[in-house]
């Protein structure tokens, strides 16, 4: 069955990088999109960035833009999410998903991880 492993989060100080990592099993990895969503305790899964299948188009909110950076390698079925002048804000779980095309909407997306706590602290 299809399995989405994310890895790599952890607890950093404001300013500060992590690099996450998403490796999937059990789809063909190079035609689907992929993305990164994020839920803060209490709030709705909010969308990070997503990336499609060649790696050419990427979007990115606009909360992390210029600071996070998108990127997948398909040889090794892995998408990288690199986190930059990380601030409190950002402390959220961090889930990769799959999908069939580049979206923003949660619904969109049919394959999900368990997800990697992230923790910014001030």
């Known amino acids: 069955q299809v399995q989405l492993a994310e890895s790599g989060g952890g607890l950093v100080q404001t300013g500060g990088s992590l690099r996450l990592s998403c490796e999937a099993s059990?789809?063909?990895?190079?035609?689907?999109?992929m993305a990164w969503f994020r839920q803060a305790p209490g709030k709705e899964r909010q969308f990070v960035t997503a990336i499609n299948w060649s790696g050419r188009s990427i979007d990115y909110a606009d909360s992390v833009k210029g600071r996070f950076t998108t990127s997948r390698d398909n040889a090794r079925n892995m998408v990288y999410l690199q986190m930059n002048s990380l601030k409190p804000e950002d402390t959220a779980v961090y889930h990769c998903?799959?999908?069939?095309?580049?979206?923003?909407?949660?619904?969109?997306?049919?394959?999900w991880g368990q997800g990697t706590q992230v923790t910014v602290s001030s």
């Open positions: 998903a799959a999908g069939g095309v580049l979206e923003r909407r949660v619904g969109m997306y049919d394959y």
């Open positions: 059990g789809l063909t990895f190079s035609s689907y999109a």
